[in-house]
Structures are given as structure tokens and as C-alpha cells.
């Protein structure tokens, strides 16, 4: 038999049990009955661990752009096989996730179930680099807050790391230096005018605030800090505009 979700023993930061989403993944079933899921896979083999799971490149892209709709890093964490080869599993989220805003988060699973199909190299480095800079970022608040209150300089260079993951995923899909960089957001369906005073301050943040090259002073990494979320949504708002690009064209430009 399956294991029961009433069986299980689930973190305080579980989703909302009065969710109920039930959505395809390429040929993966994907349901969301609250803090667990069930995953019906076509090769049987596949669900019965978390990395056969997480190696299948759709799924691995459903999980990144499910990361990227929620804002936070999210993985799985498998329960437990079924005798029907269904795998049980929960997506353990950070406390500040906002999981019982089960709106956005229906639409952040249905959107992830539809842009896992949509990639190229590109996209799929643009995915792993935000995807990393999130993990971080949750890292960040999911630690005691007595590390970082002991080695201040770690949560400094966590959010370097932040930094430059994030400038990363931005930069292997439009490239370097402004002309390049403009002509491909025009291409993705973004109007560049908006973004150049936007990418000139945060490669500045790159090179400048102790990120991509080093510096001496603690203000100005204080100063990432407090760029971080701009440079963060940025690179959300191009890898979507990319994907919804690839989506449209059907070839990455």
C-alpha cells in the first residue's frame, strides 16, 4: 500500500493542507494534497529514489521553475514508494514562503508544470545558477542566527554568492557589455530602455561590491545587501522573458 500522507511526519513549514493541485510534467503526474505529493512516472524506475527523480531534466526544471515562481529554493524529499510505483513525496519550503497564499502558489506550480518542457543550454545554466543563488538566499534564514552573529564575514560572502550566481544567470543568456545585452532583450520581447540604468548599477554591484573582485570595507557589501532583491527579480524577469521567448520561437536566439 501507499504510504499515508497522515502517517508522516512533515515540518511546521508545510503547505497548506487545503491544497489540492494535480498537474502533468511531460509524461510525469504530478499531485499536491497538501504538504505531500504524489508522482507517477512512466519509467517506474525513476521514482524510486530522490536523485533517479531529480536527474530526469524535466523534473529538474519544474523544480527550478517552481523555485523561481515561489521566490524560494525548494527540493524534494521522498517518503516513500507505493506499490503501484507512485512515489510520495513533500517540497520542503523556508519559513518565510508564503505557502498558504494557495493562489500563487497554484500559479506558480501550473507555470512550472508548462515551462519544464521549455529549454535549451541557455536557460537550463540560467535555471542552475538562480536556482543556486535561491538556495543560498534560504540558507541565509534558515541557519541560526547565532552563526552569522559569530562570523558575520560568512553571511558577507553568502551574499556575494548571492551576487554573483544571480549576475551569472543573467549574463549567459544575454551576454556581456551593454550593446549585446540590449540587442537580446529587445529579441527576448523586453524593452531595453528599461533595463540599462537597471544592469549598469547592478554590474557595478558585480565588480564593485566585493562580489566578482574583492574589497576591504564591510559597507560595501552591506550595500549588495541591500541591492540584493532588485538584482534577484532581475534575473527572474529575463530568464521568464527568455523562456517565453524559446516558447513562442520554439529555438533559443
Known amino acids: 500500500m501507499l504510504i499515508k500522507p497522515g502517517r508522516i511526519s512533515l515540518p511546521l513549514e508545510s503547505i497548506s493542507p487545503k491544497f489540492k493541485l494535480h498537474v502533468s510534467v511531460g509524461e510525469t503526474t504530478v499531485e499536491f494534497r497538501g504538504s505531500t505529493v504524489l508522482i507517477l512516472s512512466p ?3 525513476q521514482g524510486k529514489t530522490d536523485s533517479g527523480l ?3 531534466p524535466i523534473f529538474r526544471r ?3 521553475d517552481l523555485s523561481r515562481g515561489i521566490g524560494q529554493h525548494v527540493y524534494p524529499k521522498l517518503l516513500g514508494v507505493g506499490e503501484s510505483e507512485e512515489t510520495l513525496w513533500y517540497p520542503k519550503l523556508p519559513l518565510r514562503v508564503r505557502a498558504y497564499d494557495l493562489e500563487s502558489l497554484e500559479r506558480s506550480v501550473r507555470t512550472a508544470s508548462r515551462t519544464a518542457l521549455v529549454g535549451d543550454p541557455k536557460a537550463d545554466k540560467a535555471r542552475m545558477y538562480l536556482q543556486h543563488a535561491q538556495f543560498l538566499s534560504s540558507l541565509t534564514i534558515e541557519l541560526s542566527p547565532e552563526v552569522f552573529e559569530t562570523t558575520p564575514k560568512h553571511a558577507s560572502l553568502f551574499v556575494a554568492d548571492v551576487a554573483l550566481n544571480s549576475w551569472k544567470s543573467i549574463t549567459v543568456l544575454v551576454g556581456e557589455g551593454w550593446a549585446r545585452q ?7 520581447g523586453l524593452d531595453p530602455s528599461t533595463y540599462e540604468e537597471r544592469f549598469i548599477r547592478l554590474k557595478q554591484l558585480r565588480n564593485e561590491g566585493d562580489v566578482a573582485h574583492s574589497r576591504t570595507t564591510e559597507e560595501e557589501l552591506l550595500e549588495t545587501g541591500r541591492q540584493l532583491h532588485e538584482l534577484i527579480e532581475t534575473a527572474k524577469l529575463v530568464l521568464d522573458a527568455y523562456l517565453s521567448y524559446l516558447e513562442r520561437a520554439g529555438s533559443g536566439p
Not at 540590449?182 to 527576448?188: H, K, V
Open 43 to 45: 519509467d517506474s524506475e
Open 54 to 56: 531529480m536527474e530526469t
Open 62 to 64: 519544474f523544480i527550478q
Open 182 to 188: 540590449s540587442e537580446t532583450l529587445r529579441t527576448i
